[in-house]
């Protein structure tokens, strides 16, 4: 039943990035999720109708430069909440994921809520991003 209602119950989250698309070496960059939120379905299995629950509870964050990925128990927020920060240390492009792990539950046919032990993983799209070095230039006023 799990396997079934997976796609449909569990959403793959997108990591949301500040600055978008590109940023700098040593840049603070904020990052979140903002789908997150209870998820449920109800679909027919043996005859009986089944309500599947799947609750966030944890996000662990891939960076894509090979740190260590982190785990929050917070989707993040948008700025200037800068919840979740990284900083890149060398330009290059990365794809960052996040992996939200859910909490599960389900009713057959209103009998009660049975908890699914232990946590369901989803990892959403990548989400490309640029990382440029600036370059500090003198320049002649004067000219």
Do not use: C
């Amino acid at each position: 039943m799990l396997a079934e209602t997976k796609s449909v119950v569990f959403p793959g989250l997108t990591v949301k990035v500040q600055p978008k698309d590109r940023t700098l070496v040593n840049f603070e960059n904020n990052v979140y999720t903002d789908d997150s939120k209870v998820s449920s379905t109800t679909v027919t299995l043996l005859g009986f109708p089944v309500e599947v629950q799947a609750t966030p509870i944890s996000y662990t964050w891939r960076f894509g430069d090979g740190t260590p990925a982190l785990t929050t128990s917070t989707p993040g927020k948008a700025s200037p909440g800068k919840e979740i920060i990284h900083k890149y240390l060398k330009r290059g492009n990365v794809r960052l994921t996040v992996t939200t792990n859910y909490a599960a539950r389900y009713n057959v046919a209103g009998t009660g809520w049975q908890y699914v032990p232990g946590t369901v993983p989803i990892t959403g799209p990548a989400t490309p991003l640029a990382i440029h070095e600036a370059i500090p230039v003198l320049v002649d006023p004067e000219r």
